[in-house]
């Protein structure tokens, strides 16, 4: 199946610097995104939807300047969590849907960012 | 994209067959099962999806219920490996394409 692939697979950063998480869709293109954030214990949250080549778009209550999206080419989103804070510690999971298929979506391995 | 209910965990023998249930009462008739799994600190992994037909392939089987307002996932043959969470999803092929998980079934495959 396709491949997506997340950089860093973990990160440990202090409160109130920025962390960066790429999402590479390996061998295929990829127009369209997503993000999920999961806590321990709980099920994937989707934060937003990455477009290629236009803004993303954020579900309700996640904030879009804290969490920056750039989907700059079919094969490349990032997610940059600015001035982290502890609470944002979690499991950050991208996932890519191809431009042809049966509309399955395929995921990267997760990031998890700890904050100190 | 329709509401989906699942057990939250279950247990399985090694070896014998895993039968995961979802209810989807609420899906629509364009709308597809789609079933992933999540293993512990790793990103989802698709299974199988399905419209009205039961499917299968090399890691499972999907049966769809007549009036699809539910399904069944069987992994004939559970092994340790199998141990995760197990998520059903219902959605169209068009629109954002968006999955909205739930809370999944966690399926403990014991030795």
């Known amino acids: 199946g396709a491949v997506v692939s997340q950089h860093p697979s973990w990160v440990i950063c202090k409160s109130g610097t920025s962390v960066k998480i790429e999402c590479r869709s390996l061998?295929?293109?990829?127009?369209?995104m997503f993000w999920y954030r999961q806590f321990p214990k709980q099920s994937l949250m989707l934060m937003a939807t990455?477009?290629?080549?236009?803004?993303?778009?954020?579900e309700q209550g996640v904030e879009k300047d804290k969490f920056l999206i750039n989907h700059a080419s079919l094969t490349l989103s990032t997610l940059t969590v600015t001035s982290a804070h502890p609470e944002d510690s979690s499991f950050y999971i991208c996932s890519a849907r191809g431009l042809a298929g049966g509309g399955e979506l395929f995921f990267g391995e997760g990031s998890r960012l700890t904050v100190l | 994209d329709a509401k989906t209910t699942q057990p939250p965990s279950m247990d399985c023998a090694e070896g014998r067959a895993a039968n995961l249930p979802c209810n989807h009462s609420t899906i629509s008739g364009n709308e597809y099962v789609y079933w992933y799994r999540q293993i512990h600190s790793q990103g989802p992994q698709y299974i199988i999806h399905g419209l009205k037909n039961n499917e299968t392939n090399e890691m499972a089987s999907l049966i769809i219920t007549e009036d699809r307002k539910s399904s069944t996932l069987i992994l004939p043959h559970a092994t340790l490996r199998d141990t995760a969470v197990y998520y059903c999803i219902g959605r169209g092929l068009s629109g954002t394409y968006k999955y909205i998980f739930g809370t999944g079934t966690r399926l403990k495959v014991l030795a």
């Open positions: 990455s477009n290629e080549g236009s803004k993303a778009t954020y």
């Open positions: 061998d295929f293109q990829a127009t369209t």
